[in-house]
């Protein structure tokens, strides 16, 4: 299908060949929003990891973003991660140089030539997520939920078909959760594919979409009220 950007069938997911989830099967179609919940442990970063090329899928059928996870080898995986935009719980900024430079990085680091180019994009991407006006300072200079706006906005630079946020709300209280919650929103309804792993049901509650949870091996689908 032309507009599906995730396909799993019948996916059964290791980690040190211990089974984790199995008979996994999902499709994700451009543009929706989809949270992966469950308790810790259950196998929401496994899930995450075998997406993003961390954990190789060894059985069932994974299509993502047009790379078939089965045949995944190792040279394709970061150009897997160009067209998936990645958000950590823990920001991963480097701390040694500004917003600016954090960003000029995976832009060379990605293929990217042109000065002016490059910072258009930067630019752009800044002000997509309101940090436009913190370009020059180092990341320790902002808070945590300026961190994570940044490192979504990381996400955004290569025009990712996708964004895997993994707990990215996780090192944040409340109201900046909501904060940076709303700037994932945006970003979806812009047209950009999310899936999010979290804990935090209270988001869920104030920004309801489909819900997958991770339980006793296996990954269903369920609907608001049960939460």
Not at 26 to 31: A, M, N, P
Not at 84 to 89: A, C, D, E, R
Request: charged share 25%; aromatic share 6%.
């Amino acid at each position: 299908m032309s507009d599906s950007v995730l396909s799993l069938k019948n996916v059964t997911i290791y980690q040190s060949n211990k089974v984790i989830l199995s008979q996994v099967n999902l499709e994700v179609t451009k543009g929706e929003f989809l949270y992966i919940i469950g308790k810790t442990g259950t196998g929401k970063s496994s899930f995450m990891k075998t997406l993003y090329g961390d954990l190789p899928l060894n059985e069932g059928e994974g299509n993502i973003v047009g790379y078939d996870l089965r045949k995944l080898k190792e040279n394709d995986i970061p150009f897997l991660r160009r067209k998936i935009g990645i958000v950590f719980q823990d920001f991963q900024l480097l701390p040694d140089r500004n917003i600016n430079e954090n960003l000029l990085f995976v832009l060379k680091a990605t293929g990217w030539k042109h000065m002016k180019d490059m910072q258009d994009k930067i630019d752009s991407v800044l002000n997509s997520v309101g940090m436009q006006s913190f370009a020059n300072k180092m990341p320790h200079q902002l808070s945590g939920g300026e961190q994570q706006r940044v490192a979504i906005a990381r996400a955004l630079l290569n025009d990712p078909e996708l964004i895997l946020a993994d707990e990215p709300t996780g090192n944040l209280d409340p109201q900046t959760s909501v904060e940076v919650m709303a700037v994932l929103k945006k970003i979806n309804d812009q047209g950009k594919t999310i899936i999010m792993s979290t804990h935090d049901y209270a988001l869920i509650m104030k920004f309801p979409t489909k819900t997958l949870k991770c339980e006793d091996s296996t990954v269903f689908e369920v609907v608001q009220k049960t939460v």
